[in-house]
């Protein structure tokens, strides 16, 4: 039965500040850091071993996974980074406080660029602070202006496809550490969840969701490692 394991980032330094982040490169919080040492610590305990592993550009999440291989003394498991994993791109929004931008534009106006499935947040400003385009990671990649959840869907899926997949259909036991809206693509896609229902999902940083596929990798189980603790 192929295995996954998913895992979002431990807290970062704008989730504390509760800052919308997207694509901005934030490190973790102490509490982050704790995260995911406490997660490897417990993919440890219950006995469970990788194959291979992959992850975004971006570094919150790559330093989640490197100090949870670390606590499952893994760390030479191979790493496979791409950029279709990186979290939601927030565009205009970016490094903005949540608060004071729903004092500025309304509850209900924040929370559709949050929660709605295909309406982006406001595009990015040319000249932003937070513009990527000349990030070296990103060459080659139209850095997106803004993403609706959809939008993020449909980048991140074919990368599952055509990378990740194949790996699980030949046996092959992966552990993947990203971003909230990467991972609803991920959990939407394996469970099937509706367009409706995908946006209200929380995904709490640093734990482990384990998942059972079938051969086909149709979700036979899903359950965060904390409830079977």
Not at 5 to 22: A, C, D, K, P, Y
Not at 147 to 165: D, M, Q
Not at 177 to 188: C, E, F, Q, T
């Amino acid at each position: 039965m192929p295995q996954l394991v998913l895992i979002r980032h431990g807290q970062s330094q704008w989730n504390l500040e509760n800052r919308f982040t997207g694509w901005w490169d934030v490190d973790l919080t102490e509490k982050g850091t704790t995260e995911a040492i406490d997660a490897g610590k417990a993919l440890k305990a219950a006995g469970m071993e990788f194959d291979l592993c992959f992850t975004s550009y971006q570094t919150r999440a790559i330093k989640t996974l490197n100090l949870a291989l670390e606590a499952m003394d893994r760390l030479w498991l191979p790493v496979t980074k791409n950029w279709q994993l990186n979290e939601r791109h927030y565009g205009g929004l970016t490094g903005l406080d949540k608060q004071q931008t729903r004092d500025r534009h309304g509850d209900e106006q924040v929370h559709i660029w949050r929660r709605s499935f295909d309406t982006p947040p406001p595009a990015m400003d040319a000249g932003s602070a937070f513009d990527l385009s000349g990030d070296p990671r990103y060459a080659g990649v139209k850095v997106p202006l803004a993403e609706s959840l959809k939008n993020t869907i449909e980048r991140v899926l074919p990368y599952w496809n055509s990378a990740i997949a194949p790996e699980l259909k030949a046996g092959k036991r992966v552990l993947i550490s990203a971003h909230g809206n990467s991972l609803r693509a991920l959990v939407k896609h394996l469970s099937g969840i509706s367009d409706d229902d995908i946006t209200g999902l929380e995904i709490p940083t640093g734990q482990p969701i384990i998942y059972n596929l079938d051969e086909n990798l149709n979700e036979v189980e899903r359950y965060y490692l904390k409830d079977r603790s």
